[in-house]
């Protein structure tokens, strides 16, 4: 497998969920950015893992599994377009980790590059976008819509009928009643209570969530994509 990126906590848990949903032993560490990565690391007694430079490596091999080695929305967002510009690895390329451990609904979609991790469930007729991370013991409600690059933290409690826009952050423990529209690019804090709809780009939380202020990571995202130029890329 090849794993775009790298963060000493999230790489961690992306492997060991490989291996143990997919039986994959062997990792390729592909990084976009200077960063070190711990001899500690590379010694797994099970895993074969190697580290590259983007400009080092190859994505030929179609049958080649990749997912991100991330799991926060906006730095997904960033790789999964750095990689794309620089290799053309687009959303099909990208494999899905459900682990044994989790139930997803046989009348549930979802696109690659998702993530389902153990004694998490998502139930009928819910619609799953690309890039989503649903972490342990949280549960999705029937006919929930969620967006590209949502993270749903452990815990969390989506009820029915509820759509989470596109990079949005749900934090650990926090409860979403039904027929909750919670917008793009926000974030809702830990052990919230969502009883009212939440608009894009803000931070939330509290019981009941409420708006308290403008979430301006998902701004300097974009400033970064777009100032992206090609020699970026070579």
Not at 64 to 89: A, N, Q, R, T
Request: glycine share 10%.
């Amino acid at each position: 497998m090849s794993v775009l990126g790298f963060c000493a906590g999230n790489t961690t848990l992306v492997l060991e969920m490989a291996y143990e949903s997919l039986s994959i032993d062997i990792f390729d560490i592909v990084k976009n950015i200077e960063i070190d990565v711990p001899e500690s690391f590379l010694s797994w007694k099970d895993l074969k893992i190697q580290i590259f430079e983007s400009s080092q490596y190859q994505f030929d091999d179609p049958g080649l599994e990749i997912y991100f080695g991330v799991l926060d929305p906006h730095i997904k967002y960033i790789l999964f377009h750095y990689f794309s510009k620089i290799h053309g690895v687009e959303k099909n390329r990208y494999t899905n980790i459900i682990h044994p451990a989790s139930y997803f609904a046989g009348s549930s979609v979802h696109d690659n590059g998702f993530m389902l991790d153990p004694m998490s469930v998502v139930s009928t007729k819910c619609k799953i976008g690309f890039g989503v991370t649903v972490k342990r013991s949280s549960s999705v409600g029937h006919h929930a819509n969620i967006g590209d690059f949502v993270s749903v933290n452990p815990g969390a409690v989506i009820s029915g009928n509820v759509t989470i826009g596109e990079g949005t952050t749900i934090g650990s423990g926090a409860t979403i009643i039904h027929n909750i529209n919670i917008g793009k690019h926000s974030m809702v804090g830990a052990g919230s209570v969502v009883t009212k709809d939440i608009p894009d780009g803000v931070v939330a939380y509290g019981n009941p969530c409420k708006v308290v202020r403008k979430y301006e990571r998902w701004e300097n995202v974009f400033d970064t994509i777009n100032k992206l130029t090609a020699e970026d890329f070579e």
